[in-house]
């Protein structure tokens, strides 16, 4: 998990009111400790056990994720890695019907 990112999140996320995260079904508290602990969060040793095809999936302009993406492809023995063009962050918004090929042609096989 990208740390630093989680960190400024976490400070972004503080000082958001709490009407925010309950639209999303979280307390304010829930919520940032939920991003806490994601920072320890380290499955690297445990990726070569993944027996089952896998996609990877992320978007070409997604600098916080891309290389995790691209470590996640080749330590999966099984993944396909897709990178989605002209797309960041939010794939699905910004690359719906790329995504949608994506997948089904995934799940097809």
Same mark, same amino acid.
């Given at each position: 998990?990208?740390?630093?990112?989680?960190?400024?999140?976490?400070?972004?996320?503080?000082?958001?009111?709490?009407?925010?995260?309950?639209?999303?079904?979280?307390?304010?508290?829930?919520?940032?400790?939920?991003?806490?602990?994601?920072?320890?969060?380290?499955?690297?040793?445990?990726?070569? #056990?993944? +027996?089952?095809?896998?996609?990877?999936?992320?978007?070409? &302009?997604?600098? /916080?994720?891309?290389?995790?993406?691209?470590? @996640?492809?080749?330590?999966?023995?099984?993944?396909?890695?897709?990178?989605? #063009?002209? +797309?960041?962050?939010?794939?699905?918004?910004?690359?719906? &019907?790329?995504? /949608?090929?994506?997948?089904?042609?995934?799940? @097809?096989?």
């Amino acid at each position: 998990m990208p740390k630093l990112l989680l960190k400024v999140q976490n400070v972004i996320f503080r000082v958001l009111p709490k009407g925010v995260f309950q639209k999303m079904g979280f307390s304010k508290n829930d919520f940032i400790q939920l991003t806490n602990s994601m920072m320890d969060i380290n499955f690297s040793k445990d990726l070569k #056990k993944v +027996a089952c095809d896998t996609l990877v999936i992320c978007g070409e &302009k997604d600098k /916080a994720n891309k290389k995790a993406a691209i470590s @996640l492809g080749k330590c999966i023995a099984q993944a396909e890695l897709q990178m989605v #063009k002209d +797309a960041g962050h939010e794939v699905n918004v910004e690359a719906p &019907k790329q995504l /949608a090929e994506i997948l089904e042609i995934f799940y @097809l096989k």
